[in-house]
């Protein structure tokens, strides 16, 4: 225990200051030193005064003695009290008794004083007592003994050898006693004197000795503070604390100078980097500009009749056009990373519509190279998640280009299944699979470093800048997640993502509600095993669908004659149909009654129309199946003769930019670039609205004043006027505070959109544009009093596929429609009810594409407000789009039983 406290005084004395160090050292030292002193003085002082008092006792006892001798012989006690009367004279003294040589008193004195009385009285008490216990001799001379108070001191009177008689003197301690207690008092007082003159000196010496260290640590202290170097110390004390400080002032010498250097080399690493940003904008905007009419103008001459070989260079040169702005987006982003400059959002979005989207931009790559293209989204994967989703279909972005660059046959597969939920975040597992070259595994080592691929030969059979996975893999450990690789050289590569967002809703729930009110059930799969069949089979069991599989058709066939009284709806992968060149509907034996096959395609730009009706097919699918698509095929077997075709980057669903958006809105576009210009208008044009130019900021001021414009594209780099002042200067026009601008640049860089925002502009669209971007523009900013009640390319395609297949299509369509659509509203009404938003999401987005079918694109819209706005919109809100929504229906109703009458 000793020892504890021991250590623990010693670790808090460790901690004390240089300054309460030196003063505790030397004031010890100096109590120590004192303390020694005085109760040695003290002792010996107490030891002096005991011996004085007991020799003179003696002395006194002597003198009695010897005055009482001739007294003891002649028997006077008379003059033996003389004797005793004068130790009157002595205040120690308080009795006094000659005895005779038998012990019987002779002669006695006690003091008179009140004072002593109580003592006198122990001590008569005292020796009486001892009388009558003591006989014999006691002592030869003098003999000392302490009673309560007093001390007594016995003297035998010797005459030769004759002892004549005794003498007992008792004398007060409390003189003594007094008398010590005075030395005590006395010797405290100079020993607290002495301690504060100590004390005094100790601080002063420590001021000579601590003062300079403490000065030198408040200096340091304050230097790190302000990191102000030029700051000195004042070199002060003995040469070691002289050193110290010298030495001190030398190291903030030699910091200020590397200060100075730092910040010279910070600001030229700045200026550096500034250049390097303003290369980078400067180098996006004079590609981006450029780009913008080499892809635009391709898009829109792929859309005019070119006989093969002119299809073959169009699509290449766009091919070779997005493959460039692949890799400026790359090195912008990379820029963005190094910088530390790129911020993750957190929105609401739906995680299967991304997925589908990604597998629909790849379609067309992985056709033309012959591969099967798959996506398999697990039963437990989320429907909608908290993230920044343009990073995350970036990073799948990369690694399903990857895939399908480095495989030259067989399949790339995107995988994605949900996980456990820790702290209010799910675990994603994103997995993309392929049967290509492979990876070596010192190449996986650094296969997420900069520049580095698998293929990095001097003979390079692939493309690319080697920073697609070094994005990749910053962005995943942006978002708290982990990208890793399997691969087996020759064999194929497995690249998985895993990420925690959180999340709401299954997959899983999502389809087998899609699959609850289908008509029709029971499917017979024609399809040969494979990833392909896989896929299916594990769609089909997500929508709770009764299905059997049949390896080609003359197995179908046979499966079908076992279901004579009710065939299932027949789905026939294009394969299976090379060699076949007869009716399949009289193949298989089917009731012509009965919904027709369904093919699914890989490509159905490959197959003629003719080609269709002579096989006897219903509808066609490009693989790999979208939900929606499979469903509404389901639900309405002769609704489509083929599907649309897949455009890179957007969901083929029901409102695809060329095929269902008809709009007659005035666009004014303010842009100097002429190419541009021409772009701009030919795809605004071909939607259907009236487009005004301007070539600079001012004309398109002057323009907005005079015309009746519904929307405003704004070039932000122009002559005369720029789009920022353009923008400013409109917002000043009495009625034009509302009317929407979006920004219509070629900056692509971090703040750019702020900037665009901050000046007024509603919008942001970065250059090179295509049309499905543009038809989203529209679709937010243009007011809906513009989009007709029944899309006039939708009524076509009815009359064509009416002509095709028999009068009372239409009629049958239109009274499928409004039955499901006033279900569907009421379904809406109930989840705005009951706060249900991913319900009430589901059903509005089924609510627009079947109505975008029908053609009733003012409903298809509302509806698709409905489905953006339903996850941060109010109640009252969404009861307001509910009600436009059934204005819309009612609306649409009225023609749309006109044409199904055939007016």
């Known amino acids: ?42 002792t010996n002082q107490v030891a002096g005064s005991w011996g004085g008092l007991t020799r003179q006792v003696a002395t006194l006892a002597r003198m009695v003695g010897a005055n009482s001798t001739v007294a003891l012989a002649f028997n006077d006690p008379t003059a033996v009290e003389e004797t005793l009367a004068a130790l009157a004279e002595e205040p120690a003294v308080i009795g006094a008794m000659v005895r005779r040589a038998n012990w019987a008193p002779f002669a006695s004195y006690w003091t008179s004083d009140p004072a002593q009385a109580e003592l006198v009285q122990r001590v008569i008490r005292d020796e009486l007592g001892e009388l ?32 004549l008689g005794h003498v007992d003197l008792q004398v007060d301690l409390g003189i003594l006693y007094g008398a010590i207690r005075e030395q005590l008092i006395v010797a405290a007082l100079v020993l607290l004197v002495t301690l504060a003159v100590a004390y005094i000196m100790a601080a002063w010496l420590q001021s000579l000795i601590s003062r300079p260290v403490i000065q030198l640590a408040a200096t340091m202290e304050q230097v790190a503070e302000d990191e102000d170097y030029t700051t000195r110390v004042r070199v002060q004390g003995g040469r070691e604390l002289a050193v110290l400080m010298s030495g001190f002032n030398t190291m903030l010498e030699r910091m200020e100078n590397r200060d100075v250097q730092l910040r010279v080399a910070k600001e030229t690493a700045e200026r550096a980097s500034h250049a390097k940003g303003d290369f980078l904008a400067r180098m996006s905007h004079e590609i981006r500009t450029p780009m913008n009419g080499v892809l635009g103008m391709t898009d829109l001459l792929l859309d005019t009749r070119l006989d093969s070989k002119q299809r073959h260079l169009a699509e290449s040169v766009q091919r070779s056009a997005r493959s460039l702005l692949g890799v400026l987006n790359d090195i912008l982003d990379f820029s963005k990373i190094e910088a530390g400059k790129l911020h993750l959002e957190a929105i609401r979005f739906g995680l299967p519509a991304l997925l589908q989207d990604l597998i629909g931009l790849f379609g067309e790559s992985a056709r033309s190279k012959g591969l099967q293209l798959n996506l398999r989204i697990g039963a437990g994967m989320p429907l909608a998640v908290e993230g920044d989703p343009v990073r995350i279909r970036q990073i799948l972005t990369n690694l399903l280009s990857n895939a399908i660059k480095f495989t030259e046959q067989g399949s790339v597969e995107l995988r994605a299944e949900g996980g456990a939920v820790e702290n209010g975040r799910e675990r994603l597992l994103f997995e993309v699979e392929d049967t290509g070259i492979g990876i070596s595994p010192e190449t996986q080592e650094n296969i997420f470093s900069s520049f580095t691929q698998a293929d990095d030969s001097t003979t390079r059979r692939f493309g690319g800048t080697g920073l697609g996975l070094a994005i990749a893999r910053e962005l995943v450990d942006m978002m708290d997640g982990q990208l890793r690789v399997r691969s087996v050289p020759g064999r194929g590569s497995l690249f998985s993502v895993e990420l925690r967002l959180p999340a709401e809703g299954r997959f899983g729930a999502y389809l087998a509600e899609q699959g609850e009110d289908l008509p029709q059930r029971r499917l017979l799969l024609v399809c040969s095993p494979g990833p392909d069949r896989s896929a299916l089979e594990h769609l089909f069991g997500g929508l709770k669908l009764d299905w059997q599989c049949a390896d080609d058709l003359r197995q179908a066939r046979h499966t079908l004659a076992q279901h004579r009284g009710e065939p299932p709806q027949v789905l026939i992968r294009d394969e299976d149909l090379l060699a076949h060149q007869g009716s399949l509907i009289e193949y298989l034996e089917l009731d012509r009654s009965e919904p027709p096959p369904v093919l699914l395609v890989a490509d159905s730009r490959v197959w003629d129309e003719s080609r269709f009706d002579r096989l006897g097919i219903g509808s066609v699918l490009e693989m790999p199946l979208d939900v929606e698509e499979l469903v509404r095929t389901l639900r309405f077997p002769n609704s489509a003769k083929r599907s649309s075709r897949r455009s890179p980057g957007i969901s083929q669903n029901a409102d695809s930019a060329k095929d269902s958006l008809v709009l007659d809105g005035t666009i004014l576009v303010a842009e100097d670039n002429p190419l541009n210009q021409e772009v701009a208008s030919a795809i605004l044009e071909s939607f259907g609205c009236k487009v005004i130019v301007a070539a600079n900021g001012e004309q398109a001021v002057d323009l907005a004043k005079s015309a009746e414009i519904d929307l405003i594209l704004m070039d932000c780099q122009m002559p005369v006027v720029d789009g920022f002042e353009a923008t400013r200067r409109i ?28 000046a007024g502009m509603d919008d942001y669209l970065a250059k090179p544009f295509n049309s499905e971007q543009i038809a989203a523009i529209l679709r937010r900013w243009l007011p809906r009093d513009v989009i007709p009640i029944l899309n006039p390319q939708a009524v076509s395609r009815l009359r064509d596929l009416e002509t095709i297949r028999g009068k009372g299509l239409i009629a049958r369509f239109v009274e499928i429609f409004l039955e499901d659509a006033e279900r569907r509203l009421a379904n809406i009404y109930e989840c705005i009810r009951d706060n249900h938003r991913e319900g009430l999401k589901t059903v509005a987005h089924t609510l627009k594409s079947s109505s975008a079918n029908i053609g009733l694109q003012r409903l298809s819209a509302i509806c698709r407000d409905l489905e953006v706005r339903c996850e941060l919109a109010d109640s009252e809100t969404l009861h307001g789009l509910l009600e436009q929504a059934r204005a819309a229906l009612a609306e649409g109703r009225k023609p749309l039983l006109a044409l199904a009458s055939g007016e």
Not at 134 to 152: I, N, P, Q, V
Not at 741 to 747: E, S
């Open 1 to 42: 225990m000793a020892r504890g406290i021991y250590r623990v005084g010693i670790r808090r004395f460790r901690e004390w200051s240089i300054r309460n160090k030196v003063i505790a050292v030397a004031f010890v030292t100096s109590v120590f030193v004192l303390l020694s002193a005085t109760v040695a003085l003290v």
């Open 132 to 163: 009558s216990d003591t006989g014999a001799k006691r002592g030869e001379s003098f003999d000392y003994e302490l009673g309560e108070g007093y001390m007594g001191v016995h003297h035998t009177i010797w005459v030769g050898d004759l002892v």
């Open 731 to 758: 917002r000043c026009i009495a009625g034009m505070e509302r009317l929407p601008i979006v920004a219509l640049t070629a900056h692509a860089m971090k703040g750019d959109r702020e900037q665009c925002l901050a």
